[in-house]
Antibody, heavy 121, light 108 residues
Framework: EVQVLESGGGLVQPGGSLRLSCAAS????????MTWVRQAPGKGLEWVSSVSGGGGSTFYADSVKGRFTVSRDNSKSILSLQMNSLRAEDTAIYYCAKDLSYGVVTPQELWGQGTLVTVSS | EIVLTQSPGTLSLSAGERATLSCRASQSVSNSHLAWYQQKPGQAPRLLIYGASSRAPGIPDRFSGSGSWTDFTLTISRLEPEDFAVYYCQQYGSSSGTFGRGTRVEIK
């Protein structure tokens, strides 16, 4: 079965760090760019970051640039998002998604169920 | 950064009616890199349309997309009960994947 499954969410204090992971299965991971999208409670979707299939190209929303780092381990089919200097406004469900193709940002055709990150003291 | 404005915010219709959703970009979207997603409560989004008018695999043909440059439309020809949801447009390819704020299609 083709799927992606997020993990690593939880409660963290402002200024803290958290690392999200996304395990992919059922498709050739290296052939597709991958993306993180988040959704604050009761709000709309916000694109966060994307990484190309080979991992050499990464892209970030201005709201997270310099604080978040996206990476992938193609040998293990795992996507990661390292989140540092977390703020209350980073509180959201974080979705991992498989893009339509390998290269630059493309639409997200397969989504996980999301992992909740709560930033609060 | 391209800003996407979706209208209306809420669309109240009955099953069987036609739904027309608009997405307007603050500047031209290159190569019609515009996608539409559907999201139901408690679920992840689902890709409906990409490239402004291409249906994703498994999407019924009552969903269609059109438009170019700065004006795009998602049309649902005849609403089914399962189509009542929130719809988002997204521009992609310019090193970002900005979403609009969404249109809620609710039962009248």
């Amino acid at each position: 079965e083709v799927q992606v499954l997020e993990s690593g969410g939880g409660l963290v204090q402002p200024g803290g760090s958290l690392r999200l992971s996304c395990a992919a299965s059922g498709f050739t991971f290296v052939n597709y760019a991958m993306t993180w999208v988040r959704q604050a409670p009761g709000k709309g979707l916000e694109w966060v970051s994307s990484v190309s299939g080979g991992g050499g190209s990464t892209f970030y929303a201005d709201s997270v640039k310099g604080r978040f780092t996206v990476s992938r381990d193609n040998s293990k089919s795992i996507l990661s998002l390292q989140m540092n200097s977390l703020r209350a406004e980073d509180t959201a469900i974080y979705y991992c998604a498989k893009d339509l193709s390998y290269g630059v940002v493309t639409p997200q055709e397969l989504w996980g169920q999301g992992t909740l990150v709560t930033v609060s003291s | 950064e391209i800003v996407l404005t979706q209208s209306p915010g809420t669309l109240s219709l009955s099953a069987g009616e036609r739904a027309t959703l608009s997405c307007r970009a603050s500047q031209s979207v290159s190569n019609s890199h515009l996608a539409w997603y559907q999201q139901k409560p408690g679920q992840a989004p689902r890709l409906l349309i990409y490239g402004a008018s291409s249906r994703a695999p498994g999407i019924p043909d009552r969903f269609s997309g059109s438009g170019s440059w700065t004006d795009f439309t998602l049309t649902i020809s005849r609403l089914e009960p399962e189509d009542f949801a929130v719809y988002y447009c997204q521009q992609y390819g310019s090193s970002s994947g900005t979403f609009g704020r969404g249109t809620r299609v609710e039962i009248k």
